[in-house]
């Protein structure tokens, strides 16, 4: 796999970088965080209309039909801002999931609305006391004669508020099977609570109270619900380490610039030798994390299921730790004023911290890592 930019994927950073500086500031962010749910319908559509939500979309089903370094050079550049939209919840995981195992009405009545982004999917996956396994599910689904019945509890589904579907999870009639259901919000039983997260993002609940779907609404087959949900969930830990990693190195670029400005003994505070190797070292651990997002990304290559776990799980791990690393030296370098509200150092560091547990956190990777190796 080539991670050199080709002149298109330049072009589309540029943009990103000219977006960023006019529409995505520091400040509109902020505002966008605290008084519009994290989600602005606006910007959406202008992301969609980049070509960034439907980037690895087929392009018979409107998007372009990229591969995993596109999608990684564009996280990259997401990650550097911050961005509070669910661009991996729905334009990776949800897609990938309907476009590998979608049946060809699923593609056509999902794919296009998710690149364009009048349609937001999401997956719901989640449960109370599960930590993070995908097949320890104790939501229901009970097969009728037009389709399945639903009763169980979701918790902590990602952009859940905005989405429009999700992607449910629920064991098939008390079985070992494990259906993957795609399941409208609108749909009657459905109760969706939401809640901001520690970063500045949406979080919500989901309880499903004899919510009725048809036939239809499966996605694959009865025994396909955890290969299609491990395949998208996949894909989305390889977008969400490029996105850490861009997200350091914008960290890096402005403990650098607080160091050249901040003076203390009459000199640039970045002229102390000490402080020079506490840069140098987050330098490394922010170059170990793109290597690392470099990993995830050639995973989804990987024919040998085992492996591709070992290198998505290694990435994970290595790049939550990376992130960690630079995200509370960066506070410290701030002193006390890394500890305001004030300044963006904050968000930076919460959304790094975050990331640990989004798809899974470190304890359960290096169980998954330990387990592929076993195989």
């Not at 859940?160 to 449910?168: F, K, P, Q, S, W």
């Not at 955890?226 to 977008?239: E, F, S």
């Not at 791990?317 to 150092?345: C, N, P, Y």
């Amino acid at each position: 796999m080539d991670f050199t930019y080709s002149e298109e994927q330049q072009m589309l950073v540029d943009s990103l970088r000219r977006f960023v500086e006019t529409e995505y500031t520091f400040e509109k962010r902020r505002r966008r965080s605290r008084e519009a749910a994290s989600f602005d319908p606006q910007i959406w559509s202008l992301l969609a209309d980049m070509g960034v939500i439907g980037l690895t979309v087929p392009e018979e089903y409107g998007g372009f039909g990229e591969g995993a370094a596109s999608r990684l050079v564009v996280q990259f550049e997401l990650g550097r801002a911050l961005t509070l939209e669910p661009v991996i919840p729905s334009g990776v995981v949800a897609a990938q999931v309907l476009n590998a195992f979608g049946s060809p009405a699923q593609k056509d009545n999902w794919l296009p609305a998710i690149a364009s982004g009048t349609r937001i999917v999401t997956a719901a996956w989640l449960e109370p006391g599960t930590r993070y396994r995908p097949e320890a599910v104790r939501t229901g689904a009970h097969g009728t004669q037009d389709g399945y019945v639903l009763n169980g509890v979701k918790s902590l589904v990602w952009h859940g508020e905005t989405a429009d579907a999700m992607l449910v999870t629920a064991r098939l009639d008390g079985g070992n099977d494990i259906g993957l259901f795609i399941v409208p919000r609108s749909t009657p039983g459905l109760t969706v609570t939401a809640y901001p997260t520690m970063d500045g993002l949406r979080a919500a609940d989901l309880k499903l109270e004899s919510v009725v779907v048809g036939e239809d609404a499966m996605i694959g087959g009865p025994k396909d619900g955890l290969k299609a949900l491990t395949h998208g969930l996949d894909h989305g830990i390889a977008a969400l380490c490029a996105d850490a990693a861009g997200a350091m190195e914008k960290l890096i670029e402005i403990t650098v610039e607080y160091l050249r400005n901040r003076r203390q003994f009459g000199q640039p505070l970045g002229a102390f030798q000490a402080l020079q190797h506490r840069m140098a070292d987050m330098l490394v651990q922010k170059e170990l994390a793109l290597s690392m997002a470099y990993v995830a990304a050639q995973a989804l290559d990987e024919a040998d299921p085992a492996q591709r776990r070992r290198m998505l799980s290694a990435a994970k791990v290595s790049v939550a730790k990376a992130g960690r690393f630079v995200g509370q030296q960066a506070v410290q370098l701030h002193g006390g004023m890394g500890m305001t509200d004030e300044l963006e150092v904050g968000d930076y560091l919460k959304r790094l911290t975050m990331f640990d547990s989004l798809l899974g956190d470190s304890d359960y990777h290096v169980a998954r890592y330990c387990d592929a190796m076993q195989s």
